[in-house]
C-alpha cells in the first residue's frame, strides 16, 4: 500500500513538475511535439557550432543571453555531451527549413542558411522573459518547421517620411525576427527621392527636399508646417542595409517609381516632365497629374541611367518598378506622348503605360534582373515576365495568377496595409491614413485567394505589409503601426492554414510575445481587452465576464463613470454585476495596462434602462 501510494505521489509530482510548457512561437511552426521535462539554460552552458556559418549564429545567441539576461555563455567548436546548445548545420529540407530539439540534456538547432537562423529566432522566444535570473528553463519540445511561402515581405516607404539609417536597420531586425524575408524599400515617390543616383545628383540635392508638408488630415486647401524636409541615402548607407539585410537572410528589394509618383524627381530633372516643368515636390499626398513623359527617349535614358546604378547596389533578383496610380492626362495633351503612340500603334494612355513599363522591363531583364510592379501593370497588357505585387483587392493578383505570372498577394482587404488605422474609432487612434485592419483581420485572411482555380494557385510566392507613412513621421509610431499587426502576418505567411486558431493565437502567443516587448523600447499597440466589444445593451442588469488581456501579465482596469480607465482606475475584478436603475444608464469602460504601463484603448459598452 505505502509503495502504490509512493507511486502515485511520484507520478503525481513527476506530472507536475515535468508538465509540457506552452510552445509560444510566432509564427507557428508547422511542427511541435511538446515534450515532458525542461532544459536549464545558466552559466554552467555551453554554446556550439561546427563551422563558420553556425559560429556566427551561436555568437548571435551567446549576445542575445547576454544582453536579455546577463549571462555571460562560452563558444566552442563541435561540443558533444550534456548541458550543450548546439548549432548544427545540416540540411534538414529546404535553405529556410530547420529543427529544434530541447531535452532536458542539450538543446539541438539544426539546419542551414535560414533555416539555421530561424531556428535561432525560435529558440529565443522560447526563453523565458527577460530579467536577471541565473536559470533560463526551456521546455523539451521537438520543432520541424519551414515555411508556407518563399517570399515573406515588409515594406516601407521612406519618401512621403524619411527615417534614419539606424532605423531601417531596426526595422529589418524586427522583420527579421518574425522569419520575414523580403525588405520593399519603397525610395522614391513625389515628396521626396531618397536614393543618392551619381549620375544625377540633382535627384537627391534638389529632389531629397520638399518645400513644406500638409499638416494633419488631407483635406483642401490644408495647412502647411512652411518647413523644408527632406533626407537621402548614399550609395554606401544603402549596401550597408544590404550587407546588414544579407546577415538576417532578408532580400532588399528597391523601388523606384515610374511613370507615376515622379514629382520629386521632375523637380529635380524638370525637362523629363511633358511640359517641361517647372515642378515642385509634393507637399501634400495623394496621386499627381505630373508624371514622367513616355514620349521623350530622354526620361528611357534617364531610368536607365538610374537603374544602372540600382543594379549595381542591390543584387536582389527582383527590381520594383512601380506602375501604380499614373493618371493619363498629361499624356493626352503632350506631342511627344501622342506621336510615341501613333509611332507604335498602340490603341491609347494605357497602352502607353504598358509600353513604358515593357520597355524597362526589357532593359531591367538585359541586366539579368526581373521586374516587379503595382497591379496597374496589368493594364494595356501586362510586361511578359513581371511579377505582380496586388494592392487593390486580390483581382489584379487573380488576373496575373490566370495569365500564368508570379504574384505578391498584399491587398489592403486583407489587412496588409499597416497604414490603416487599427481600431474601428479615429478618435481613439492616433492621426491615420483611414481604413481599418487589425490583427485578426490579417489572421483570418488566407493569401490564396478561394476564387483562384487550384492549377493556378502555385503562381501565389507570398504576400507582403505595407507601411505607408503619409501619416508617420516618426519611428515610434512606425513601430506602433507593425507591431503586433506583424504577428499575424507572418504567421499567414509561415504557417500552414490547417491549425488556425484565432484564440490560441491572440490569447496566448502573441500575448505572450507582447509581454516580451513590453520589456524592450519597442513601441507596440496594445490591443483592446478581449471578449468584449463597444455595444449597447437595453436591460436593467448586466453581467460583464470572459475579459481577456491581450498582454500576459497586464491587467484590465474599469471605471462606471465614463471617464477613460487608467491604472489609477478600480481593477476589473473577473466578474462585474451592473444593475441600471429604471430610466437610467451605466457606462462601463474597460482598459488594459501592461506591465510598463501601456495601455490599450478602452472598450464600452453603455447598458440603458427604458423602464419608466
Ligand atoms: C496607394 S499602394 C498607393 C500609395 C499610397 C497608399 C496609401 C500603392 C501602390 N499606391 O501611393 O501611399 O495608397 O495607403
Known amino acids: 500500500m505505502r509503495s502504490f501510494l509512493l507511486g502515485v505521489m511520484a507520478l503525481f509530482t513527476s506530472t507536475v513538475l515535468l508538465a509540457q510548457q506552452p510552445v509560444n512561437i510566432i509564427p507557428k511552426p508547422n511542427s511541435v511535439e511538446a515534450k515532458t521535462g525542461e532544459f536549464v539554460l545558466n552559466s554552467t552552458t555551453l554554446i556550439s557550432y561546427d563551422n563558420a556559418e553556425s559560429k556566427r549564429i551561436a555568437e548571435l545567441f551567446q549576445s542575445y543571453v547576454n544582453n536579455q539576461y546577463g549571462i555571460n555563455l562560452k563558444t566552442a567548436e563541435k561540443k558533444s555531451g550534456k548541458n550543450v546548445v548546439r548549432f548544427v548545420t545540416a540540411a534538414k529540407g529546404g535553405d529556410e527549413a530547420y529543427q529544434l530539439e530541447v531535452s532536458p540534456q542539450g538543446i539541438d538547432v539544426t539546419g542551414v542558411k535560414a533555416g539555421l537562423f530561424y531556428g535561432y529566432q525560435s529558440l529565443v522566444q522560447l526563453l523565458p522573459l527577460a530579467g536577471k535570473q541565473a536559470d533560463l528553463k526551456v521546455g523539451a519540445v521537438s520543432i520541424k518547421d519551414e515555411p508556407r ?41 513625389d515628396q521626396g527621392w531618397r536614393l543618392e543616383i551619381k549620375k544625377y545628383p540633382k535627384l537627391t540635392e534638389v529632389g531629397g527636399f520638399r518645400k513644406q508638408t500638409l499638416i494633419g488630415n488631407y483635406k483642401q486647401p490644408g495647412d502647411y508646417d512652411n518647413t523644408r524636409y527632406g533626407g537621402f541615402y548614399t550609395q554606401a548607407e544603402a549596401r550597408e542595409v544590404v550587407a546588414y539585410a544579407k546577415e538576417r537572410f532578408v532580400t532588399v528589394i528597391p523601388e523606384i517609381e515610374m511613370p507615376g509618383h515622379a514629382l520629386a524627381a521632375l523637380q529635380a530633372y524638370p525637362e523629363l516632365g511633358c511640359t517641361g516643368g517647372p515642378y515642385d515636390a509634393a507637399q501634400t499626398w495623394g496621386v499627381f497629374d505630373e508624371v514622367f513623359c513616355a514620349g521623350k527617349d530622354q526620361t528611357f535614358e534617364f531610368l536607365q541611367g538610374v537603374l544602372d546604378e540600382v543594379i549595381g547596389i542591390f543584387p536582389s533578383e527582383y527590381i520594383h518598378v512601380g506602375g501604380d496610380e499614373c493618371p493619363k492626362a498629361e499624356w493626352k495633351k503632350c506631342p511627344h506622348c501622342q506621336k510615341r503612340i501613333k509611332d507604335h500603334n498602340l490603341k491609347d494612355e ?79 487612434e492616433p492621426l491615420s491614413i483611414g481604413g481599418y485592419s487589425t490583427m485578426e483581420i490579417i489572421y483570418r485572411a488566407d493569401p490564396v485567394p478561394q476564387k483562384l482555380e487550384e492549377s493556378k494557385r502555385k503562381y501565389i510566392k507570398g504576400i507582403q505589409g505595407n507601411l505607408w507613412t503619409e501619416y508617420i513621421e516618426t519611428p515610434a509610431k512606425v513601430e506602433f503601426m507593425i507591431l503586433p499587426r506583424l504577428f499575424a502576418l507572418s504567421e499567414i505567411a509561415w504557417t500552414n492554414p490547417a491549425g488556425k486558431n484565432w484564440k490560441e493565437f491572440s490569447e496566448k502567443r502573441a500575448a505572450h510575445e507582447l509581454a516580451r516587448l513590453d520589456r524592450t523600447e519597442t513601441r507596440y499597440r496594445v490591443p483592446e481587452v478581449y471578449g468584449l466589444k463597444d455595444t449597447v445593451i437595453y436591460a436593467s442588469e448586466y453581467t460583464v465576464r470572459g475579459l481577456k488581456s491581450s498582454v500576459e501579465g497586464a491587467k484590465i482596469y474599469y471605471t462606471l463613470d465614463d471617464y477613460d480607465p487608467s491604472e489609477l482606475s478600480l481593477e476589473f475584478p473577473g466578474q462585474l454585476k451592473i444593475t441600471v436603475p429604471n430610466g437610467s444608464e451605466r457606462v462601463f469602460k474597460a482598459t488594459v495596462v501592461t506591465p510598463s504601463g501601456r495601455k490599450s484603448n478602452f472598450v464600452r459598452v453603455q447598458i440603458i434602462n427604458t423602464k419608466k
Open 149 to 189: 511561402f518563399g517570399y515573406r515581405g515588409l515594406h516601407l516607404d521612406v519618401s512621403r517620411h524619411f527615417f534614419p539609417l539606424e532605423f531601417v536597420k531596426k526595422y529589418i531586425d524586427i522583420l527579421a525576427s518574425y522569419k520575414l524575408n523580403v525588405f520593399h524599400w519603397h525610395l522614391t515617390d
Open 350 to 428: 494605357h497602352e502607353l503605360q504598358s509600353y513604358f513599363i515593357q520597355r524597362m522591363e526589357k532593359y531591367v531583364n538585359s541586366k539579368g534582373r526581373k521586374i516587379i510592379g503595382w497591379d496597374e501593370i496589368l493594364e494595356g497588357g501586362l510586361a511578359p515576365n513581371a511579377t505582380v505585387m496586388s494592392w487593390r483587392g486580390d483581382a489584379g493578383g487573380i488576373a496575373a495568377a490566370n495569365e500564368g505570372h508570379d504574384v505578391i498577394m498584399t491587398p489592403n482587404s486583407y489587412g496588409l496595409y499597416l497604414d490603416h488605422k487599427q481600431g474601428p474609432d479615429k478618435n481613439r
